[in-house]
C-alpha cells in the first residue's frame, strides 16, 4: 500500500480543520460546508499538482501550482474581482456581501497549501522519515 505524501496530508488536514473551524464560528452546516468545499479544493489542487509539478518539486513552483489550480480558491477570487467596487469603497450595503465571503474563503485557500508544505519540511527533517 502507498504512502500519502506529506504535501497532500498537510494540505487536506489543514483544509479540513480552517474549514470546519471558521465555519463553526457561525453554524454546523456552515462549518461542514466550509470543510467540504476547502477540502475538495485541496483534493483537486493536489490531484494537479502531482501531475504538473509532482509532490517532491520546488516549494515555490507546488505553492503557486497549489493556488492556481484549486478550484475553490479560483470561484472565491472570481466572486470577489466580481464585486470589485465593493473592494474598493465604491459600492456599500448587502450586495458587498458576497465579496465579503469571497475575500474570507480566498484567505483560507490561500493558507491552506502553505500547511501543506509546512508539513513536507517538518517530515523531510524529522529522523524517523530518513530510518530504514
Not at 11 to 16: D, L, M, Q, R
Request: glycine share 14%.
Amino acid at each position: 500500500m502507498k504512502r500519502v505524501p506529506p504535501f497532500v496530508l498537510g494540505y487536506v488536514v489543514v483544509s479540513f480543520l480552517l474549514g470546519a473551524g471558521v465555519g463553526a464560528t457561525m453554524d454546523m452546516q456552515v462549518a461542514a460546508i466550509g470543510a467540504g468545499l476547502l477540502v475538495f479544493g485541496a483534493l483537486v489542487a493536489c490531484l494537479l499538482c502531482y501531475w504538473l509539478v509532482g509532490f517532491e518539486g520546488p516549494w515555490l513552483q507546488l505553492l503557486l501550482v497549489a493556488l492556481i489550480t484549486n478550484p475553490t480558491f479560483l470561484l472565491a477570487a472570481g466572486v470577489t474581482l466580481h464585486d470589485i467596487d465593493c473592494i474598493v469603497g465604491r459600492k456599500r450595503g448587502w450586495d458587498c456581501l458576497g465579496a465579503a465571503i469571497g475575500i474570507v474563503v480566498a484567505g483560507g485557500a490561500l493558507v491552506t497549501p502553505l500547511g501543506g508544505l509546512l508539513w513536507r519540511w517538518f517530515r523531510r527533517r524529522s529522523p524517523s522519515s530518513t530510518a530504514p
